[in-house]
């Protein structure tokens, strides 16, 4: 969606008609891109990535016979057998695409997404769902009521969603975006390089720092988002660093050491005045235990790690909590 702000905006400046369409239930397609939207002008051309292209000229189609008046149009669209080889899916599916004319959705939606910001649009349907209200719900907003709740829900696991509630007025869609994880990786050399572009290819970024107080500025400005991997062992760099991110909350603190290194910072950190159920906070040793060896594969333990626990997940036992050798 992020990737569409530019293209969105152009339309509206230039009063160019144009719709925006997005999934509102899915079943099939195997893994797909949960952020995955369309723009659709008035000559049929899309802009953006929805299940490969498969459905654009459909929904092409569906955009151009939407009556004058109406504020959205739910499209049911599948796709089986060799249409799905075809269109590179892993296999098929169906679902329903909700289409709104730009001109319905709320401008301050574009800005936020366009400025990076922890960001949900919450669209209310009739039961004809021929009409549609859209309002904009940031992260820091209070919950109002169970779209706004359930947007802070999908918004905290800092990984867009949607979810479709059902209700005696008609369907409420409710799309989060959240702030795109923020990596500050304290140290230097090949494996943070590599960390580095690992996260590139996950769409986070990322910053090298090996200044204490350079870090804790950058954990402090992207608190909401932020995500810290000390990989040096420098006791006058590690420890106030991993004191500053547990201070502050930040969704995920890791540090790479062994498990000397590892005792050794939580007794720096005891001796700061860190607690026990903070001290609980810190991974290290960093990582899922996948047996790495190489660099890349570290860095791939590690960012690992890190979306599960955004996740709220783990998909295999952490290195934290095995008694085995570190590596492999």
Known sequence: MRELVETAQRWVAEGRGGFLARPVTE????????????????????VGALYNGVFDAELAADAAAMPAGSTARVCEVSVAGAEAVEARLTCGGSAE?????????????????????????????NEAADQAVSAVVRAVDPPRDDAARRAGELLATRRPGRDALYGQSGLVLVEAYPSAPYVVIGGSGELADVIGRQAGLLGWRAVTVEDAARAAKLLADHRDAACLVVLSHDPGFDVPTLREALALGVPYVGALGSRRTTARRREGLVAAGVGEARLALVHGPIGLDLGA??????????????????????????????????RG
């Open 97 to 125: 695409i909700l289409l709104q004319p730009l001109s319905a959705v709320p401008a301050e939606w574009w800005e936020l997404l366009g400025q990076g910001a922890g960001v949900a649009l919450v669209t209310r349907l």
């Open 293 to 326: 060896r190489t660099p890349p594969e570290t860095a791939l333990a590690i960012c690992a790690e890190i979306l599960g626990v955004l996740g709220g997940r783990e998909a295999a036992r952490a290195l934290r909590d095995s008694d085995g050798p570190l």
């Open 27 to 46: 079943q099939g397609f195997g893994p797909r891109d949960p952020a995955g939207a369309v723009l659709v002008d008035s000559r049929g051309r899309c």
